[in-house]
């Protein structure tokens, strides 16, 4: 069975957590027995125009809409305009050359909302990935829980989305205004693109499926990520314990919650090792430690080295994690983990059998949870299974053709 994929980016265009599973499930999907996979994403290009690119990369087929990179505001205001129906009509021709049976659209953010009526249109199956809030959040990580007075005023205008939001951005009244309307006009949108043209809805949690079903949304199968196994390393520390943060340094993921609780432990024989994109005051801040060591952003081929020189992972998300893939991957390198019992993050950890949990933003009780930890840690670590909750990229295949199989009704997508 051929399915398109549909994502915003993919590496090395982006390297998060979302870009890197996209292409690890493409491959391995590919690799199933009697799957084809076509992949459509963008790339952003110095080229003055926009333009269609079609190459294989381990049994994939991928197609990469290249977008011009704008010099001044005019040409952003050009391509805004120009972006979609461009978009749409290269997604029309990949439709009608590939003919894919199903299409399944990883993340919408960044494309269009037309793409998934215009599969219906052109009679394709389609399904659709809810894997964090941006569907009834334009700024994703939904910091408001709803209040739109912030929303409006403060994480819709992070990013210039629209032509006319180019025009009204500078003054207050028309600002305020277009935002809270184009917030109320994307939730309403998409809750009716998801419930009436969108045949099936994937979610990674639970917490995900449940947070959707309150607003109103359909979300029908839950399907958690999995990583690409990879040997774990042996531990490289020595007479010390190493405590590790893996993440975009920023509030939101905790790192004063982490900082805090660090500064309060009683056993001085700790360092704190910290990976992931942080912001000149954070690194100012690392650098006043001589037990802190930054070593900035990282590489997916890194993680199982990283993961190597750390003793305990330290998860300590304040906002609600829609899954929270670094779980698994300290699953996968046999770390002891503690994580913030919030979102998809409690999921993933049975407190006690294959990790631990603490109160989100609760640095006292992230502290006290370490302070045995450390004390007793061989013991501690040896006694984990971390096997339990672990997931690879084919248990999740294996669910996804699945699913297609029950949209499709087709014998010939088994993978047997």
């Known amino acids: 069975?051929?399915?398109?994929?549909?994502?915003?980016?993919?590496?090395?265009?982006?390297?998060?957590?979302?870009?890197?599973?996209?292409?690890?499930?493409?491959?391995?999907?590919?690799?199933?027995?009697?799957?084809?996979?076509?992949?459509?994403?963008?790339?952003?290009?110095?080229?003055?125009?926009?333009?269609?690119?079609?190459?294989?990369?381990?049994?994939?087929?991928?197609?990469r809409l290249l977008v011009p990179i704008p010099h001044n505001r005019f040409q952003f205001f050009l391509q805004t305009l120009l972006f979609k129906p461009i978009l749409c009509m290269a997604f029309i021709k990949i439709l009608l050359v590939e003919k894919p049976k199903l299409v399944h659209f990883r993340h919408l953010l960044g494309l269009s909302g037309l793409l998934p009526v215009i599969?219906?249109?052109?009679?394709?199956?389609?399904?659709?990935?809810?894997?964090?809030?941006?569907?009834?959040?334009?700024?994703?990580?939904?910091?408001?829980?709803?209040?739109?007075?912030?929303?409006?005023?403060?994480c819709f205008w992070q990013q210039e989305l629209t032509a006319l939001g180019l025009v009204?951005?500078?003054?207050?009244?028309?600002?305020?205004?277009?935002?809270?309307?184009?917030?109320?006009?994307?939730?309403?949108?998409?809750?009716?693109?998801?419930?009436?043209?969108?045949?099936?809805?994937?979610?990674?949690?639970?917490?995900?499926?449940?947070?959707?079903?309150?607003?109103?949304?359909?979300?029908n199968k839950v399907v958690p990520c999995g990583i690409q196994p990879f040997k774990a390393l042996a531990k490289t520390n020595q007479n010390k314990i190493v405590l590790g943060f893996i993440g975009t340094v920023s509030q939101a993921k905790g790192i004063e919650i982490l900082l805090k609780a660090f500064a309060k432990l009683s056993n001085k024989n700790v360092t704190l090792a910290i990976y992931g994109p942080a912001t000149s005051n954070y690194q100012t801040l690392f650098q006043r430690s001589k037990k802190i060591r930054y070593y900035g952003p990282y590489q997916l081929r890194d993680l199982p080295t990283m993961l190597a020189g750390i003793d305990i992972l330290v998860v300590p998300s304040v906002w609600e994690e829609p899954y929270g893939l670094v779980v698994q991957e300290a699953l996968m390198s046999q770390t002891v983990t503690v994580v913030s019992k919030i979102g998809g993050l409690t999921e993933q950890i049975i407190e006690g059998k294959n990790g631990f949990l603490f109160t989100a933003g609760n640095y006292q009780n992230l502290a006290q949870k370490l302070e045995p930890l450390i004390t007793h840690f061989e013991k501690i670590k040896n006694s984990l299974?971390?096997?339990?909750?672990?997931?690879?990229?084919?248990?999740?295949?294996?669910?996804?053709?699945?699913?297609?199989?029950?949209?499709?009704?087709?014998?010939?997508?088994?993978?047997?």
């Open 1 to 63: 069975m051929k399915t398109l994929q549909v994502a915003y980016r993919i590496p090395p265009d982006g390297r998060g957590g979302l870009e890197n599973h996209t292409i690890q499930i493409c491959k391995t999907l590919a690799q199933s027995k009697n799957q084809e996979v076509v992949l459509f994403t963008l790339k952003k290009t110095k080229l003055g125009k926009f333009a269609l690119e079609k190459k294989q990369s381990k049994g994939v087929l991928i197609y």
């Open 119 to 154: 599969t219906k249109i052109l009679g394709k199956k389609t399904c659709l990935d809810l894997i964090d809030y941006w569907y009834l959040c334009p700024a994703i990580t939904y910091p408001c829980y709803g209040q739109l007075s912030f929303c409006s005023q403060y």
């Open 168 to 219: 009204v951005q500078n003054i207050p009244f028309l600002k305020y205004s277009y935002a809270r309307g184009m917030v109320i006009w994307h939730q309403y949108y998409w809750r009716f693109i998801i419930n009436h043209v969108v045949d099936m809805v994937l979610t990674n949690s639970l917490h995900i499926q449940k947070f959707y079903r309150q607003h109103g949304f359909t979300a």
């Open 385 to 416: 299974d971390y096997t339990l909750k672990r997931r690879s990229l084919e248990d999740e295949t294996k669910d996804l053709i699945k699913y297609y199989q029950n949209i499709i009704g087709d014998s010939e997508t088994s993978s047997e």
